[in-house]
């Protein structure tokens, strides 16, 4: 289910929202990769960044992410990261681990794709930095609220079935 999520988010373009950046837009295609990794586990979270990944380079409007490298990898350790960011804290208190793990998710996106721009040379760091502000804390948020809402109401689901 995730996944056909995260394919109509690539195919219609819903999954990125026009904002006032460098980078032109933000996005919330990584919120199915999210939260298929604390769902399902690292696996799923993987193979639903690595559908996030194939649309962002197939559909790149910016030419860093025609580059299949910074296009793919990073999205491939959402999923993963958000499970273990889960799984480590969520004997704590569910509510807070499920928004660690929305933000620890995003922060892999967002940092893995910055940090790969810069090492590539599409961007000087002081872009990648205002980037990461000006994206990343919004995109920070947004998935820490989806996460909880949508991942309490996933795991209610799982348990009831």
């Known amino acids: 289910m995730l996944g056909a999520i995260s394919i109509i988010l690539g195919a219609t373009g819903l999954g990125l929202i026009p904002w006032p950046s460098a980078a032109g837009h933000a996005t919330i295609m990584h919120l199915p990769a999210i939260l298929g990794g604390i769902i399902e586990g690292p696996i799923v979270g993987l193979l639903i960044g690595l559908?996030?990944?194939?649309?962002?380079?197939?559909?790149?409007?910016?030419?860093?992410?025609?580059?299949?490298?910074?296009?793919?990898?990073?999205?491939?350790?959402?999923?993963?990261?958000?499970?273990?960011?889960?799984?480590?804290?969520?004997?704590f208190n569910q509510s807070t681990s499920l928004i660690l793990a929305g933000a620890v998710?995003?922060?892999?996106?967002?940092?893995?794709?910055?940090?790969?721009?810069?090492?590539?040379?599409?961007?000087?760091?002081?872009?990648?930095?205002?980037?990461?502000?000006?994206?990343?804390?919004?995109?920070?948020?947004?998935?820490?609220?989806?996460?909880?809402?949508i991942g309490k109401a996933l795991i209610n689901f799982q348990k009831n079935s």
């Open 51 to 91: 559908i996030f990944g194939i649309f962002s380079f197939i559909r790149a409007t910016n030419p860093i992410f025609a580059d299949p490298l910074i296009a793919v990898l990073p999205r491939l350790f959402i999923g993963v990261a958000a499970y273990y960011a889960y799984r480590s804290t969520k004997n």
């Open 105 to 149: 998710g995003t922060i892999v996106n967002t940092a893995g794709v910055l940090i790969l721009a810069v090492v590539r040379g599409y961007l000087p760091a002081s872009a990648a930095w205002a980037v990461a502000f000006t994206n990343g804390i919004p995109e920070i948020i947004v998935a820490a609220v989806f996460s909880l809402i």
